[in-house]
């Protein structure tokens, strides 16, 4: 059995926190989405998550690649998506939270975004894109001809969100699966090449490197429209790209200490707790939209200090750790129902229950 990467758990549980954070500024108090804090956790958490889905598409057994399971996939996936967004649908107008997405069955089925919900279907999306080119992809031995293959699979993409109607692109989310390939497949080539990618992110010029391209790249990134259109799509890869060997050279070397069998007794909690949310990661972002709550009334405080980076930091941290607690409860909870389970947290295997 091999062994359990810890760090790419903890950056799960990262990752998935910053999504609640986001969604405490946009939905919970709502009008301050401007704020820089707000743009940075919007361009940090989600190329993360498909950075490791990527990593883990690829996989070896008995030395022959083997071919993502769309199935599977369709099944925890897709699935929860549409069982819980239409779920949100009902619940929402009792909510009091103001979403930016269009969250009636309309937006459901037409709008890019899903009610919030995008990610399952954009992950299968792109999983489904890998696929197609997988054989072909694995049986070439040449990192060149790999890279070839990986870019003719993106233009695809591209062609598809150029050519479509707009409403059809609306339907698939074309669009943002075209955005978040390119890093899918880079966490393929990182796990294809490990070796070479773990002495990438342990040399201390690339991570010179990948922090001031995220500076760089972060400002075209998260202010487009201010400049022009042939810069942000280069941009936005290299950010992904430079997120995700940042991401790996801070959080690896924290999990190895945390989780070294000889590490003292009681250390490493709190990379115990972000491993631990890291598993539930995708519980959390099923459910945590139906535990938000209204907080405009903080907004005239917050607008007051100038959207300051800082005083928006605690705030919407302290807010998201009550979330995703009362989350995770929720989820515990559900885990003891399997249909329930399976439906609503994408969840396959029962929590056993003990009765005596």
């Known amino acids: 059995m091999k062994p359990r990467l810890h760090y790419f758990d903890m950056l799960k549980g990262l ?66 998506m549409v069982a819980v967004s239409s779920l949100w649908i009902y619940m929402f107008p009792a909510t009091g939270v103001e979403s930016p997405f269009d969250s009636t069955w309309s937006g459901l089925w037409s709008n890019e975004w899903k009610n919030g919900y995008w990610f399952t279907l954009v992950l299968f999306e792109v999983f489904a894109m890998y696929a197609a080119i997988f054989r072909l992809f694995a049986s070439s031995k040449n990192i060149v001809a790999q890279l070839a293959i990986a870019i003719a699979a993106w233009a695809v993409l591209i062609c598809l969100n150029i050519f479509l109607p707009a409403q059809i692109c609306a339907w698939t989310s074309i669009g943002l699966a075209q955005t978040f390939f390119p890093v899918f497949m880079a966490g393929v080539f990182a796990r294809r090449y490990s070796d070479a990618f773990g002495r990438l992110c342990a040399s201390s010029w690339a991570i010179t490197a990948a922090l001031v391209l995220i500076v760089m790249c972060i400002r075209v990134v998260a202010w487009s429209w201010n400049y022009p259109a042939w810069l942000v799509e280069p941009a936005r890869i290299l950010l992904h790209l430079s997120l995700a060997v940042a991401a790996i050279a801070v959080v690896k070397p924290w999990s190895e200490r945390a989780f070294a069998p000889d590490a003292p007794a009681g250390t490493g909690r709190l990379a115990r707790m972000w491993e631990y949310i890291g598993t539930r990661s995708l519980a959390v972002y099923l459910l945590h939209y139906f535990f938000l709550f209204p907080l405009g009334v903080c907004r005239p405080a917050l607008e007051a200090m100038g959207l300051a980076f800082v005083p928006l930091l605690v705030f919407s941290a302290a807010v998201a750790a009550a979330v995703v607690a009362v989350t995770l409860l929720a989820d515990y909870i559900i885990s003891f129902s399997h249909p329930l389970s399976f439906l609503l947290t994408g969840s396959e295997s029962p929590k056993p229950v003990s009765v005596k």
């Open 15 to 80: 990752a998935i926190f910053l999504v609640v954070m986001g969604h405490v500024l946009s939905m919970c108090v709502r009008g301050i989405d401007r704020a820089p804090l707000f743009k940075f956790i919007g361009e940090v958490h989600m190329p993360l998550f498909f950075f490791i889905s990527g990593w883990f598409a690829w996989s070896v057994k008995d030395n022959l690649p083997r071919a993502p399971r769309l199935g599977a996939r369709a099944k925890r996936l897709l699935i929860p």
